[in-house]
């Protein structure tokens, strides 16, 4: 491993993208394998800090994604260790078939960032949106798909590629947003869910942006003494944590599920198809984008616009549970 | 034309003031909207201006009209360039831009055609529009209609294969009816188009792949309306490619080919300088 070392401070100071962009400079220096591409998005991407320090390793495809992921494809035959970087809708969409056909049916260990994914683009439009890539990418065999909660999520999840082999896709936002985690120090393993709060009337079963709205939520809930509200931090949509969705039914009872994605094919849908399949009854929800083209608007607006900000969140949490929401008046101390 | 101007010499000054006029409003609209892709939007205004005010054939007062010629921006990181070109010759007032970008706006910084009047098609995803363009062009032979396809792209642009194999398209079904305008202003977003991805010779390109041919400077007028309004008609078989030599960020000397100016924000002051820059441009 890289010999990573993060501190409390960087949680509040840097990006979702400088963490990718600082970890794999990092792994870079470790191991000589590692190359990395890009469709002219180098300083969008943050991958351009791995490009600053290993100029030699580093290529910049132009703007032709579908070109780049096949070029990945075969500097991974020729014994490199490919991480390639751009948009979350050009890596997905724009070059799908690439990734499929080209990563995933041969098992290739090419690493795949989306950066700017969900509606984290706000007013670039549908264009750059990707609220459909966590769906594209978990139905590519292979394939194992990644959501990190904030930057310190996001740099484990890197380091943790320096010891898995094959094709994985991460999806980060612009990561503007406050972080998750209040630690750099915790213990993370794909494939794993982490528990962020306990509580037993619900579960809300997030990633990316969503854990930490979700966190919110609950707080807010608790302070009013509202339903108590276990949050799980789904950063593996796949291979998914089956035990703890079903941990959590059992034990709560109702599972809300939140994500910055359409509600069908992403995070929603995959525990659905889990406690479907389980028999389990439970009340259940998905938040998420509800199978529209966004409107136009800064993220934050676009979150509130479609309910998966801590208010929306809260109060799909007390609508779920037939409970009226409880406001503290803030203005009261 | 929607213009009143009696030949070339008014016409030329009608032009260049407006090139001034649009300058400072894609400026203000960088400021309002809280950012734009202003550099590539500066570097097109004579293009837009040419061809909106001068060699499309179409109604701003009835967008639709079914015999128009389709004007599709295939960089479609334009927005903040186009949208003020648009309420300029009359599709909207300029004040519905007032909250650009903003949430629930019609405008954000890609045009989206079911919001914005007078665009054609919703772009933004490079390499997308020649492709579209030759659909309309297809379907414009398969009426035997004589109105025409422009398609503004990129340089950087044209690195995506898609490009390329519209360009295959066009010159198989001998679209003389569709017209590619290059904006070449040699850069792209982490850099200059020869440093990321080089695209010279890029004339022998598209002559290559069976375009008529023509390089001009971009911003001059005289060669921009000499070229249009002589293209060869539409019944032609050749599909057209000019490529116009142009200035990324033109008349601001501080983004003129500065990579940092594809995106950016302007706070009132340099906002003003910038103002004060444009006064001054020459084209
Ligand atoms: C398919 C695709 N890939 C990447 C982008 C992100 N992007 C937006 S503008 C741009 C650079 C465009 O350069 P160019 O075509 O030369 O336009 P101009 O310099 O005129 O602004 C890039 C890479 C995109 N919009 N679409």
């Known amino acids: 491993m890289g010999g990573l070392s993060y501190t409390i401070e960087d949680l509040n100071s840097m990006t979702q993208g400088q963490f990718f962009g600082q970890t794999i400079a990092d792994l870079g220096k470790s191991d000589s394998s590692i190359v990395c591409l890009t469709a002219d998005l180098a300083k969008s991407s943050k991958i351009g800090t791995f490009f600053s320090a290993f100029p030699e390793r580093s290529f910049n495809m132009g703007i032709a994604e579908q070109n780049m992921v096949s070029v990945a494809a075969g500097l991974a035959l020729a014994g490199k260790k490919p991480y390639v970087a751009t948009f979350a809708c050009f890596a997905s969409m724009r070059a799908g078939e690439q990734v499929r056909t080209d990563i995933c049916y041969p098992n290739l260990n090419v690493k795949i960032i989306g950066t700017h994914a969900g509606l984290s683009m706000g007013n670039g439009g549908t264009t750059h949106h990707a609220t459909e890539d966590i769906g594209i990418m978990r139905t590519f065999a292979n394939m194992t798909v990644t959501v990190p909660a904030d930057g310190i999520e996001t740099a484990k999840i890197i380091q943790a590629c320096a010891n898995h082999y094959g094709p994985l896709y991460m999806r980060i936002g612009r990561g503007l947003e406050p972080p998750a985690y209040e630690t750099v120090d915790y213990n993370f393993k794909l494939g794993k869910a982490i528990t962020m709060k306990e509580g037993s009337d619900i579960s809300i079963i997030a990633c990316g942006n969503c854990v930490k709205a979700a966190m919110d939520a609950a707080d807010k809930l608790a302070d009013t003494e509202g339903p108590r509200v276990r949050v799980i931090n789904m950063h593996t949509i796949k291979p998914l944590d089956t035990e703890t969705i079903l941990k959590a039914a059992e034990e709560t009872g109702t599972i809300l599920t939140a994500e910055e994605h359409n509600i069908l094919g992403g995070l929603g849908s995959a525990v659905a198809e889990v406690l479907a399949e389980a028999g389990v009854q439970c009340k259940f929800k998905r938040l998420g984008i509800p199978d529209v083209f966004s409107v136009i608007g800064y993220p934050d607006d676009l979150y509130g616009h479609y309910k998966i900000d801590m208010e929306g969140i809260a109060d799909a949490v007390c609508e779920i549970m037939g409970v009226e929401r409880k406001k503290i008046d803030e203005d009261a101390d | ?283």
């Open chain 2, 1 to 283: 034309m929607l213009h009143n101007c009696q030949n070339r010499e008014e016409l030329m000054k009608f032009l260049t003031k407006k090139s001034v006029d649009i300058r400072k409003k894609i400026i203000q609209l960088v400021v309002t909207a809280g950012g734009g892709h202003v550099g590539g939007g500066l570097s097109m205004t004579e293009i837009l201006l040419t061809m909106y005010y001068h060699i499309l054939n179409i109604d701003p007062k009835n967008p639709s009209k079914p015999d128009r010629d389709r004007f599709i921006l295939s960089k479609g990181h334009g927005g903040v360039g186009i949208c003020p070109v648009l309420a300029d010759v009359g599709y909207y007032p300029e004040d519905m831009m007032m909250d650009f970008n903003q949430y629930l706006s019609p405008f954000g910084m890609h045009p989206d055609m079911k919001k914005v009047p007078g665009i054609d098609m919703s772009t933004g995803s490079l390499g997308h529009g020649l492709s579209i363009s030759v659909g309309l062009a297809i379907g414009a032979r398969l009426d035997k209609t004589s109105w025409r396809v422009f398609c503004l792209l990129g340089d950087g642009e044209c690195n995506e294969g898609s490009v390329w194999e519209a360009a295959m398209a066009a010159h198989h079904y001998k679209l003389g009816n569709l017209i590619a305008i290059v904006d070449r202003n040699q850069h792209m977003l982490d850099g200059p188009t020869e440093k990321i991805m080089s695209l010279e010779p890029l004339e022998d390109k598209w002559k290559a792949f069976g375009f008529n041919t023509k390089v001009i400077k971009g911003h001059d007028y005289q060669e921009l309306l000499d070229t249009f309004e002589k293209l060869p008609p539409a019944t032609n078989e050749n599909p057209v490619c000019i490529i116009c030599n142009t200035v990324k960020g033109k008349g601001v000397s501080f983004m003129e080919n500065e990579p940092k100016w594809h995106y950016g924000g302007l706070d009132e002051d340099a906002a003003k300088s910038a103002i004060t820059d444009i006064d001054k441009m020459t084209l």
